[in-house]
């Protein structure tokens, strides 16, 4: 199926933020949770493990804080994913009394299987995409997505109403030992 051409000038709906983006999002949310649906505690689940695999290890608290989930969401979330073997807690070397997330072997195992189902919704998302407007698309809504919480906190109340994630790009650069195990 051919999409029709968009007519930009014309500044019709499509041609509109505030609608292209729920658009998109229903059209991946639908389908990303089925893809996930192994994951304890569904797409929470997915990006906890993501988190935990791709970053130094944090507490349960900040882990909640930088994916803008509720923390009593979050208790619920890593109690389902360390009943079915895919995390552990552990305490912080510096901190005894903080509780760290460590993602075990099943975890990392269930992390790849999901990502691989989720990267073909992706790709049905975006079958319209060449490989690199896929591309390009990924990188620039992640830098809106990063951006986003200096936006947020030019409005006054808007903390006071909403978890928000933590913009921490930086956070994503934890190496990853190949043979060791956690």
Do not use: N
Request: hydrophobic residues 40%; negative net charge; aromatic residues 4%.
């Amino acid at each position: 199926m051919s999409l029709p051409e968009i007519d930009w000038g014309a500044a019709g709906i499509e041609t509109e933020l505030g609608w292209a983006l729920p658009v998109m999002y229903q059209g991946f949310s639908r389908s990303a949770t089925v893809a996930v649906a192994e994951v304890p505690g569904g797409p929470r689940g997915y990006q906890v493990l993501v988190s935990i695999t791709t970053e130094e290890p944090s507490s349960q608290l900040a882990l909640a804080h930088r994916l803008g989930i509720d923390k009593t969401q979050m208790t619920y979330v890593i109690d389902a994913l360390e009943a079915g073997g895919h995390v552990e807690r552990r305490p912080d070397p510096t901190d005894r009394r903080i509780r760290q997330v460590h993602p075990t072997d099943a975890g990392r195992s269930l992390l790849a299987s999901a990502r691989v189902a989720l990267r073909d919704v992706e790709g049905v998302l975006m079958r319209d995409l060449s490989p690199d407007e896929q591309e390009q698309l990924r990188r620039l809504l992640a830098k809106v997505a990063l951006g986003a919480g200096a936006v947020e906190s030019c409005i006054a109340d808007a903390r006071a109403t909403h978890e928000y994630p933590l913009a921490s790009p930086e956070r994503s650069r934890r190496s990853l030992p190949s043979t060791s195990k956690e």
